[in-house]
């Protein structure tokens, strides 16, 4: 079982930057990829950014292209989400989330499904004021 727990949110202006934090449990050695998505109020759940766990393997979703950095540190069982020019239709509740291979597997690799992955932080708030 990998724990997750997001941290870094919190309440900037628009153009500021943010870095979120996903430490994973000690387990993490069973990790394939982590990925960021965020819920908006009202709106469905949306991928942000994935990463593999063990190469560069990288994607981005559409709105966050040029903008938002995934990274990782595996000595430190940590990923990272640089936020750069936050804008306000970026605030959301910013979650992470941990997937084995089978996950990725059972989506045919789609990194930006959030059935692929298992497990789940429980979240931290960035609000962007205008």
């Known amino acids: 079982q990998v724990q997750l727990v997001e941290s870094g949110g919190g309440l900037v202006q628009a153009g500021d930057s943010l870095r979120l934090s996903c430490a994973a449990s000690?387990?993490?050695?069973?990790?394939?990829?982590v990925a960021w998505f965020r819920q908006a109020p009202g709106k469905e759940r949306e991928f942000v950014a994935a990463?593999?766990?063990?190469?560069?393997?990288?994607y981005y979703g559409d709105s966050v292209m040029g903008r938002f950095t995934i990274s990782r540190d595996n000595a430190k069982n940590t990923g990272y989400l640089q936020m750069n020019s936050l804008k306000p239709e970026d605030t959301a509740v910013y979650y992470c989330?941990?997937?084995?291979?089978?996950?990725?597997?059972?989506?045919?690799?789609?990194?930006?499904?959030?059935?692929?992955?298992?497990?789940w932080g429980p979240g931290t708030q960035v609000t962007v004021s205008s």
């Open positions: 989330a941990a997937s084995g291979e089978n996950g990725l597997e059972r989506v045919g690799y789609q990194f930006g499904f959030a059935a692929a992955y298992d497990y």
């Open positions: 000690l387990r993490a050695d069973n990790i394939y990829a």
């Open positions: 990463t593999r766990w063990s190469t560069d393997e990288i």
